[in-house]
């Protein structure tokens, strides 16, 4: 069973999504809004959205039936945004470890894990926000939106729904370790492919080869092959 709600206005789903399930019953909750005014990212960075253009969503997953390690879990959950958004852009979509999505070289989906205990239950709150209908972004010159990338308006609120009802159908069961992490690599934006990346404050040229089970990305450098936990790295691109 799962539920989907909606607040007019909110400052961050995956905060707001805790008073949702202090009443509610269901191994799938989720909360969305079109106007998020503090939206969080990975590792404490902000997410900012522009009001009526984005969606802002948070779908809580009950950890009771949920048997495989954090990090599959954050690999196979950027696995189902990533194929859902291929489904309707019809194009090619990547995953930019650890899990943002990108479509046509421009980012339009940011995804936050975190683990909460409400209530007595234990849950992945998993947020994620989608650039849909904007098309200026300004100063970031790395973000787009389903709207800049593939020419098309979609509408929000099915788009939500859409969304809400895939991701909860999809969590229900979670493939095996090594399905996950062969499907992620399959996906990893820019593998085998030589980019630029900053690493303790100095720019290198290396080759992103694969995500490993620990979540840790490894790299090919002039030096050799070396292992990476996020924020220990950036790709440049």
């Known amino acids: 069973m799962s539920q989907l709600f909606y607040l007019k206005e909110c400052s961050s789903t995956n905060d707001e999504i805790s008073k949702f399930l ?133 509408a929000l609120e099915e788009l939500s729904l859409s969304f809400h009802e895939y991701l909860s159908e999809k969590l229900k069961n979670v493939p095996s370790d090594q399905t996950v992490l062969n499907n992620f690599n399959d996906h990893l934006f820019r593998k085998d492919e030589i980019s630029v990346f900053e690493i303790e404050k100095e720019r290198q040229n290396g080759i992103i080869r694969n995500a490993d089970i620990r979540g840790e990305l490894w790299i090919e450098l002039e030096e050799g092959m070396r292992s990476f936990y996020h924020k220990e790295v950036k790709l440049l691109y």
């Open 22 to 154: 202090l009443y509610e019953n269901s191994d799938f909750i989720g909360l969305h809004t079109f106007n998020q005014t503090k939206g969080r990212g990975q590792y404490g960075n902000i997410w900012t959205q522009t009001a009526g253009k984005n969606l802002a969503y948070t779908l809580a997953v009950n950890t009771q039936n949920i048997l495989c390690s954090d990090f599959i879990f954050n690999y196979y959950t950027a696995i189902i945004v990533r194929d859902f958004l291929a489904k309707l852009a019809d194009h090619d979509v990547k995953i930019k470890w650890p899990n943002d999505i990108i479509l046509k070289g421009k980012k339009i989906v940011g995804i936050l894990i975190e683990k909460r205990k409400i209530n007595q239950n234990n849950y992945f709150i998993i947020g994620a926000g989608i650039n849909v209908l904007q098309e200026n972004f300004n100063e970031i010159s790395n973000a787009g939106s389903l709207l800049t990338q593939t020419g098309q308006k979609f």
